[in-house]
């Protein structure tokens, strides 16, 4: 109730998304993600007139972030589909970040799953990209990092690709 009484009110919205997302960081087990109940949490805050913002890749926590400043809640990393605890929290802790390159070099043994989730969900929107823009250059840092070029082109297999 103090919190509800002598804060501004995005704090509180912050506390009850947080506790429907299970996303307390110092909490050695989460547990797994209610995206339900975050939908319907964000679905109710929206219809009051709170607004939620996208997790930018260089400031959004591992929970969500009320952002009093601007009265909105900034989403949490750890809220979102394909990003699970470790990989949220190796994100916070490896900032800065100063573009996608940039991110992708820190975070090199992060699945391309959880890098396309990020694209998805807007994290690199903050760098003026498009996502459109943001998911071409995650998978040529992807493609650069991971997948060697032939060295020479041979017809060993040239009967199977005539079918």
């Not at 913002?53 to 400043?69: R, Y």
């Not at 990393?77 to 992708?104: C, H, N, T």
């Not at 070099?105 to 807007?122: C, I, Q």
């Amino acid at each position: 109730m103090n919190l509800y009484h002598f804060y501004p009110h995005i704090y509180w919205q912050t506390a009850v998304l947080t506790i429907n997302a299970g996303a307390n960081e110092t909490n050695e087990d989460n547990g797994a993600t209610n995206y339900g109940k975050i939908a319907k949490a964000i679905g109710d805050m929206t219809h009051q007139g709170v607004k939620i913002a996208l997790p930018e890749i260089t400031s959004a926590a591992f929970g969500f972030k009320p952002d009093a400043t601007n009265d909105r809640i900034i989403f949490g990393l750890k809220g979102m589909v394909g990003i699970g605890d470790e990989v949220a929290q190796k994100i916070v802790a490896r900032r800065p970040y100063v573009s996608l390159e940039d991110f992708y070099h820190k975070n090199t043994d992060m699945g391309a799953v959880a890098l396309l989730a990020l694209v998805k969900g807007g994290c690199f929107d903050c760098f003026g990209l498009s996502r459109k823009q943001a998911a071409q250059q995650m998978l040529a840092c992807i493609a650069a990092d991971k997948v060697e070029p032939k060295q020479a082109l041979t017809f060993q297999n040239f009967n199977a690709m005539k079918a």
